[in-house]
């Protein structure tokens, strides 16, 4: 069974950093390619980064670029994302998916594997 599980996800000051793990079971992350998106309340999912499965080449969203940072771990099972300067958006839920396939465009009805996702809130 393909499963991917974020975790991290937790309350931190705005400028702080916190780095989001996604572990995949049921499947090898050599042959996929792993986005994360995020969420806000009442607002459409968007893409956030992606990693090829090589782990060669990185995407990222131009508000994201500069302050976070993907990278998959030395078990090459484990995809991370580490946030950098975050800002006070409140709660955002942040998921990773899996696409068998390169990047590409950082869409979600690209990806066919989700978890559930990781809530990272932001505020003093």
């Known amino acids: 069974q393909l499963q991917l599980v974020e975790s991290g996800g937790e309350l931190v000051q705005p400028g702080g950093s916190l780095r989001l793990s996604c572990a995949a079971s049921?499947?090898?992350?050599?042959?996929?390619?792993i986005g994360w998106f995020r969420q806000a309340p009442g607002k459409e999912r968007e893409g956030v980064s992606c990693?090829?499965?090589?782990?060669?080449?990185?995407y990222y969203a131009d508000s994201m670029k500069g302050r976070f940072t993907i990278s998959k771990g030395r078990a090459k099972n484990t995809v991370y994302l580490q946030m950098n300067s975050l800002k006070p958006e409140g709660t955002v839920v942040y998921s990773c998916a899996g696409v068998k396939a390169e990047c590409g465009e950082l869409v979600e009805n690209r990806y066919d594997y989700w978890g559930k996702g990781t809530r990272v809130t932001v505020s003093s």
């Open positions: 049921g499947f090898t992350l050599d042959d996929y390619a």
């Open positions: 990693i090829s499965s090589s782990g060669g080449s990185t």
